[in-house]
């Protein structure tokens, strides 16, 4: 979109680490905390040497119908959810690449080592799964499930995922890495350890920011010039890192 139009260590060791660590850009992480406490939403640039995206990243329990309308003409990326690697657990949900058999699978992204797709999904009381009603539908109740896993992992597990939710549907649930910002940085993992900075359900929706001129990922120039245009905060994922990992 062209936003014009507005769219661990010896104790050596540690201590060398330390300071060899960036310091974090601490308010525009305390912005970024603030509105996700609040359930509002977040622009995250990732970094220029991954995939250089910036996506809006919400609060999964917090999202509604004007949300996903938001995301999908103020964004149009994919609108996808991020649980955390014990909830995907407890879920028994797979990486879709490897829940697939078919020729065309080459989970080899030149961004990363592999994707963190897993499986697409509607709520079981939605009807398409597209409506923007449908997929808030789906998303919260992602959140609530994933609340209730973390809660009881052995309370809450696939039998009852099943229950709530059919797939192939049209909200891409993502699995972050088992070791959180340690293990990656991408946008999966930045959302969640947001989630968790503000004591929020293990679930992050992501949706990338694209431009409607050249079809392109939005610039992280473009994407801080609409934040500031809509009273978002804008935060960078390095910023993010230093401050959370």
Same mark, same amino acid.
């Given at each position: 979109?062209?936003?014009?139009?507005?769219?661990?260590?010896?104790?050596?060791?540690?201590?060398? +680490?330390? $300071? *060899?660590?960036?310091?974090?850009?601490?308010?525009?992480?305390?912005?970024a905390?603030?509105a996700?406490?609040?359930?509002?939403?977040?622009?995250?640039?990732?970094?220029a040497?991954?995939?250089?995206?910036?996506?809006?990243?919400?609060?999964?329990g917090?999202?509604?119908?004007?949300? /996903?309308?938001?995301?999908?003409?103020?964004?149009?990326?994919?609108?996808?959810?991020a649980?955390?690697d014990?909830?995907?657990?407890?879920?028994?949900?797979?990486?879709?690449? *490897?829940?697939?058999?078919?020729?065309a699978?080459?989970?080899?992204?030149?961004?990363?080592?592999?994707? +963190?797709?897993?499986?697409?999904?509607?709520?079981r009381?939605?009807?398409?799964?597209?409506?923007?009603e449908?997929?808030? %539908?789906?998303?919260?109740?992602?959140?609530?499930?994933?609340?209730?896993? $973390?809660?009881d992992?052995?309370g809450?597990?696939?039998?009852?995922?099943a229950?709530?939710?059919? $797939?192939?549907?049209h909200?891409? /649930?993502?699995?972050?890495? %088992? *070791?959180?910002l340690?293990?990656?940085?991408?946008?999966?993992?930045l959302?969640?350890?947001?989630?968790?900075?503000v004591?929020?359900?293990?679930?992050?929706? /992501?949706?990338?920011?694209?431009?409607?001129?050249?079809?392109a990922?939005? +610039?992280?120039?473009?994407?801080?010039?609409?934040?500031?245009?809509r009273?978002?905060?804008?935060?960078?994922?390095?910023?993010?890192?230093?401050?959370?990992?």
């Amino acid at each position: 979109m062209r936003v014009d139009a507005d769219v661990d260590g010896s104790s050596a060791d540690t201590d060398e +680490s330390t $300071a *060899d660590r960036p310091t974090a850009d601490r308010s525009s992480v305390d912005r970024a905390l603030d509105a996700f406490r609040a359930g509002d939403p977040v622009c995250v640039h990732d970094f220029a040497d991954r995939e250089g995206e910036t996506d809006i990243v919400y609060p999964a329990g917090a999202v509604d119908e004007a949300a /996903v309308a938001h995301m999908r003409n103020d964004a149009g990326g994919l609108i996808c959810v991020a649980v955390d690697d014990p909830v995907a657990d407890a879920f028994d949900l797979p990486f879709l690449a *490897d829940a697939l058999d078919h020729p065309a699978v080459d989970d080899a992204p030149a961004y990363d080592d592999r994707s +963190s797709f897993s499986l697409p999904v509607n709520h079981r009381e939605t009807f398409t799964g597209i409506t923007d009603e449908d997929r808030a %539908r789906t998303i919260v109740e992602l959140a609530n499930a994933a609340a209730a896993a $973390a809660a009881d992992p052995t309370g809450y597990g696939p039998e009852d995922f099943a229950a709530e939710f059919r $797939a192939p549907g049209h909200v891409h /649930v993502l699995r972050g890495a %088992r *070791d959180g910002l340690a293990g990656r940085t991408g946008h999966t993992e930045l959302g969640l350890a947001m989630a968790e900075a503000v004591d929020a359900a293990p679930a992050a929706v /992501v949706c990338e920011m694209l431009d409607d001129e050249t079809g392109a990922a939005l +610039s992280p120039a473009d994407a801080a010039a609409y934040a500031e245009r809509r009273g978002i905060p804008y935060v960078e994922g390095a910023d993010l890192v230093a401050a959370l990992d």
